[in-house]
């Protein structure tokens, strides 16, 4: 079975193609982030209008580095949230118009889904159930994973979801957009015990988050040094905030670890491509017996194989979840725990 994936939830345009038997045949993305950068975050109009641009020219590629016709596909799944609504609709019309044309059917997908399942496209996947940590810039949800569609929420956050917080810190700094992997490099060259940053919700008795209090402790360090805010300033604090962010996150892990008696974490998402994250994750997997699975780089931040790979699990699972109603719609606000097979 011949999986078709679209993905536009946000900034990145992905097409890819999955086959249950042979893996990942193909598969291409596009970012916006060069565009965005002028402005300091996403703007949803012209994120929109790209995918416009970029979906066709990629689903030409995809089948031509698969080096196979349209008419081989046996379904097409796209992302039908959560996700910016105008970008939403771009994937969901390319998707539904192209199955009308094939008679294909076709469904939607819950963009977290397709991040929670990214991993099990590894050479070593891990197997069911284990904790996912799913961390990016819109979501920061702890998850207990039984099996495709079996999720239980057990904590996510309060306010900025960590990637969030990452992009605005860094902004902060002065650092521009996209935040997250400058803040990171960045806190490479800075001393940890330069700045101590709060680890908000770091002891309370649930799995929640919170990172808003930490970008405002940032902003207050900022203010205090404006005059005389020097690179190596800017590296301290960095590195005071990347690891506020890993101490709460890696902390939370273990106490999900700890109540579900599970060995296996599952990280996914744009956050998870964090080099600090993943070293203190590691350390703490070493120290504690359990495993950490990530995704391929390359999948860890939004992109159509694991929209076409989710889609295959589901349909595995569940052969009459495609439908040949063509009539599409788009989830913006979707909680991931709402899914069932």
Same mark, same amino acid.
């Given at each position: 079975?011949?999986?078709?994936?679209?993905?536009?939830?946000?900034?990145?345009?992905?097409?890819?193609?999955?086959?249950?038997?042979?893996?990942?045949?193909?598969?291409?993305?596009?970012?916006?982030?060069?565009?965005?950068?002028?402005?300091?975050?996403?703007?949803?109009?012209?994120?929109?209008?790209?995918?416009?641009?970029?979906?066709?020219?990629?689903?030409?590629?995809?089948?031509?580095?698969?080096?196979?016709?349209?008419?081989?596909?046996?379904?097409?799944?796209?992302?039908?949230?959560?996700?910016?609504?105008?970008?939403?609709?771009?994937?969901?019309?390319?998707?539904?118009?192209?199955?009308?044309?094939?008679?294909?059917?076709?469904?939607?997908?819950?963009?977290?889904?397709?991040?929670?399942?990214?991993?099990?496209?590894?050479?070593?996947?891990?197997?069911?159930?284990?904790?996912?940590?799913?961390?990016?810039? @819109?979501?920061?949800? *702890?998850?207990?994973?039984? &099996? =495709? +569609?079996?999720?239980?929420? /057990?904590?996510?956050?309060? %306010?900025? !979801?960590?990637?969030?917080?990452?992009?605005?810190?860094?902004?902060?700094?002065?650092?521009?957009?996209?935040?997250?992997?400058?803040?990171?490099?960045?806190?490479?060259?800075?001393?940890?015990?330069?700045?101590?940053?709060?680890?908000?919700?770091?002891?309370?008795?649930?799995?929640?988050?919170?990172?808003?209090?930490?970008?405002?402790?940032?902003?207050?360090?900022?203010?205090?040094?404006?005059?005389?805010?020097?690179?190596?300033?800017?590296?301290?604090?960095?590195?005071?905030?990347?690891?506020?962010?890993?101490?709460?996150?890696?902390?939370?892990?273990?106490?999900?670890?700890?109540?579900? @008696?599970?060995?296996? *974490?599952?990280?996914?998402? &744009? =956050? +998870?491509?964090?080099?600090? /994250?993943?070293?203190?994750? %590691?350390? !703490?997997?070493?120290?504690?017996?359990?495993?950490?699975?990530?995704?391929?780089?390359?999948?860890?931040?939004?992109?159509?194989?694991?929209?076409?790979?989710?889609?295959?699990?589901?349909?595995?699972?569940?052969?009459?979840?495609?439908?040949?109603?063509?009539?599409?719609?788009?989830?913006?606000?979707?909680?991931?725990?709402?899914?069932?097979?």
């Amino acid at each position: 079975m011949i999986i078709l994936g679209v993905e536009s939830s946000c900034d990145e345009t992905g097409i890819a193609l999955y086959d249950t038997q042979r893996g990942l045949l193909a598969h291409a993305l596009h970012s916006q982030v060069a565009m965005h950068e002028a402005y300091g975050g996403v703007v949803p109009e012209l994120a929109s209008r790209d995918h416009i641009r970029r979906a066709i020219p990629l689903l030409e590629q995809v089948f031509a580095e698969a080096a196979i016709e349209r008419g081989a596909v046996d379904a097409i799944a796209y992302t039908q949230g959560p996700g910016l609504a105008g970008a939403l609709l771009v994937g969901a019309s390319v998707a539904c118009g192209l199955a009308l044309a094939l008679d294909r059917p076709v469904l939607g997908i819950h963009h977290l889904e397709g991040h929670l399942l990214s991993p099990l496209l590894a050479a070593d996947p891990p197997a069911f159930p284990f904790v996912a940590l799913l961390v990016s810039g @819109g979501h920061t949800q *702890l998850m207990r994973v039984d &099996g =495709v +569609g079996q999720y239980t929420l /057990l904590g996510e956050t309060v %306010d900025d !979801a960590a990637g969030e917080a990452f992009d605005k810190s860094a902004k902060l700094l002065g650092l521009g957009y996209p935040g997250g992997p400058a803040i990171s490099r960045l806190a490479e060259f800075g001393d940890p015990m330069a700045y101590q940053l709060p680890r908000p919700m770091l002891h309370s008795k649930n799995l929640d988050f919170s990172f808003s209090g930490l970008k405002t402790a940032v902003l207050t360090v900022v203010k205090k040094k404006t005059t005389n805010l020097c690179e190596q300033d800017k590296a301290d604090i960095a590195r005071g905030f990347v690891d506020a962010v890993v101490d709460v996150l890696v902390a939370k892990c273990m106490t999900a670890l700890k109540q579900t @008696g599970l060995k296996r *974490l599952v990280v996914a998402g &744009g =956050v +998870g491509a964090n080099l600090q /994250l993943r070293a203190g994750l %590691d350390a !703490a997997a070493r120290k504690r017996r359990f495993r950490v699975f990530y995704p391929a780089l390359e999948f860890c931040t939004d992109n159509g194989a694991m929209i076409a790979f989710a889609g295959a699990l589901r349909l595995q699972a569940q052969p009459d979840a495609a439908t040949r109603n063509y009539a599409f719609t788009v989830r913006p606000r979707w909680p991931l725990d709402e899914l069932r097979i």
